[in-house]
C-alpha cells in the first residue's frame, strides 16, 4: 500500500503525508490550504494550486527550502495568510494573482533567491517583513493603488537598485528599507504623508533622494531628509563624510539616521536637540566622542551601539532615560558620567565598553529613580570602579545593580 501524499478531508489540503514527490498539484476542488500543510518539506520541487484554492493559510509552505516554482491560483478571492513562504530559499519568481488586496505579514521573509515578484494592481498594502531578507530581488514594480508598507517590508533587499513610489502612497513604516544597500535612487511623492523612523536607514548608496519643494510633509536639503518643519531629521544619506553639523532646530535624530556611516569621526549636535533615536549612531566605528548639549532629555536604545573608537561621551545635564544597551560596545570609552537628572536606565546601558574603568553617578536619592538591576550587565567588575556622592556609598551598595563593585566615594 503507497501511502497518499496529500491527506484531504473534504474541501481541506490538511498536510502532506510521506513520500511526497518533487512536483505537487493540488487537486481541483480543494478550496483550502492549512496552516503548516507542508510545512519544513524539502523535498518539493514545485507546487501547481488550482483555481478552486480561496484560502491558504499561514506558514503553509514555510520551510520549503528546496520549492524553486509556485503556480498560485487565479482567483480574485484568495486570501493567503502569514509567512506562507517563509524561509523558502530556492524560490526565484512568483506572480501574486489579481484580486489580492494586501501582502501579507512576512510572505516571502528569508526568500533569498527570489528574484522577482509581480504584484496586481489590487494590492493597496505590504505588510511587516514581506521581502525582509531576499536578498536578490531585484524585479518589483509596486502597484498605482499601494497606499501603506509596513515596518520592515524590504529591509535588506540589497539587489533593489531603484523602486518607484507611486503617487497616492501614504505610508512608509519602521525600517521598511533599512539595509537596502544597493538602493540608489527614490522619489518620494506628494502623497506621502508619513515616514516613520529608521525607514532610509543603512541605505549607503542612496545618492538621490527626490522629493518635490512643494511636498507637504517632506523636505531634502544638503543630503538629510526632514520633516517639513526641519524639526526631526529622518535620514542622513550624505556620501562618506567625517565631520557633520546637525543644524539647529532639530528636535529629533530619528532611528538609524546615522547607523552605520563608518566615516563618521565628529558630529555638531544642536541644543535645539532633545532625543537620540532608536540606533540613530549605530556602527559609526570611528566617531571619537559625543557631546550631548543640555537639551538632550532621551537617548533611545543602542543610539551609540558599536562606537568603537568613542573615547568620551558628555551627557547632558537635562538627561532623564538612557534606554537598553544605548552605549554597547563603546570599546575606546574609559570613564562615563551619570548626570543626577537621569532617573531611568534601562539594563547593559554601558556593556562590553572593554576599557571602562569608571563611572561617576551623581544623583544622591536612589528612592526617586527607576534604574534597572541590569544597568551595569556587561561591565567588568574587576576593572571598574562605581564613584557615587558623599553619603551614598551604603545606598548603592544595597542596590542589586552594584553588587560586587568597588564603590568609592567622591566630592
Not at 563608518?262 to 549636535?269: D, G
Not at 544623583?363 to 529613580?369: D, F, R, T
Not at 544597568?375 to 545593580?401: M, R, W
Request: negative net charge.
Amino acid at each position: 500500500m503507497i501511502d497518499n501524499p496529500l491527506i484531504i478531508k473534504g474541501d481541506t489540503l490538511v498536510r502532506c503525508g510521506k513520500n511526497v514527490p518533487m512536483h505537487i498539484i493540488i487537486p481541483d476542488g480543494v478550496k483550502f490550504i492549512e496552516s503548516e500543510a507542508f510545512s519544513d518539506c524539502e523535498s518539493i520541487s514545485s507546487v501547481v494550486i488550482p483555481d478552486s484554492v480561496t484560502t491558504i493559510r499561514d506558514w503553509a509552505f514555510s520551510g520549503c527550502k528546496n520549492l524553486t516554482s509556485v503556480r498560485l491560483p487565479q482567483n480574485d478571492s484568495l486570501v493567503i495568510g502569514d509567512c506562507v513562504f517563509l524561509n523558502c530559499e530556492e524560490l526565484v519568481e512568483i506572480d501574486i494573482p489579481n484580486g489580492v488586496k494586501t501582502i501579507p505579514y512576512g510572505i516571502f521573509e528569508g526568500c533569498s533567491r527570489l528574484r522577482r515578484v509581480g504584484i496586481p494592481e489590487s494590492v493597496a498594502e505590504i505588510e511587516k517583513f514581506a521581502f525582509k531578507e531576499c536578498f536578490r530581488l531585484m524585479d518589483i514594480q509596486l502597484p498605482p493603488n499601494l497606499k501603506i508598507i509596513e515596518s520592515e517590508a524590504f529591509s535588506d533587499c540589497k539587489s533593489i537598485i531603484q523602486l518607484d513610489l507611486p503617487e497616492g502612497l501614504l505610508e512608509i513604516g519602521k525600517g521598511t528599507f533599512d539595509g537596502c544597500t544597493g538602493l540608489m535612487t527614490l522619489t518620494l511623492p506628494n502623497s506621502l504623508t508619513k515616514i516613520e523612523d529608521g525607514a532610509f536607514a543603512q541605505c549607503l548608496n542612496l545618492n538621490k533622494l527626490v522629493v518635490a519643494d512643494d511636498h507637504p510633509a517632506y523636505c531634502f536639503e544638503d543630503g538629510m531628509l526632514y520633516t517639513k518643519n526641519h524639526r526631526k531629521l529622518k535620514a542622513c544619506l550624505l556620501p562618506p563624510l567625517k565631520s557633520i553639523s546637525i543644524p539647529d532646530g532639530v528636535v529629533r535624530i530619528g532611528n538609524g539616521a546615522f547607523e552605520n556611516r563608518t566615516t563618521l569621526t565628529e558630529v555638531h549636535i544642536p541644543e535645539s536637540v532633545k532625543e537620540i533615536g532608536f540606533g540613530a549612531f549605530c556602527s559609526c566605528y570611528r566617531l571619537a566622542g559625543i557631546h550631548l548639549p543640555n537639551g538632550v532629555t532621551k537617548v533611545e536604545s543602542r543610539a551609540f551601539d558599536s562606537c568603537e573608537s568613542m573615547a568620551h561621551i558628555e551627557l547632558s545635564d537635562s538627561l532623564t532615560r538612557i534606554e537598553e544597551a544605548a552605549f554597547i560596545g563603546c570599546d575606546s570609552l574609559t570613564s562615563i558620567r551619570i548626570p543626577k537628572s537621569v532617573t531611568k536606565i534601562e539594563g547593559w546601558f554601558v556593556a562590553h565598553c572593554k576599557q571602562l574603568s569608571e563611572i561617576h553617578f551623581e544623583s544622591k536619592g536612589l528612592k526617586s529613580v527607576k534604574w534597572n538591576d541590569e544597568i551595569l550587565k556587561g561591565v567588568d567588575k574587576s576593572q571598574c570602579t562605581i564613584f557615587v556622592p558623599n553619603g551614598t556609598k551604603e545606598l548603592y551598595g544595597v542596590h542589586p545593580a552594584f553588587e560586587g563593585f568597588r564603590i568609592v566615594e567622591e566630592n
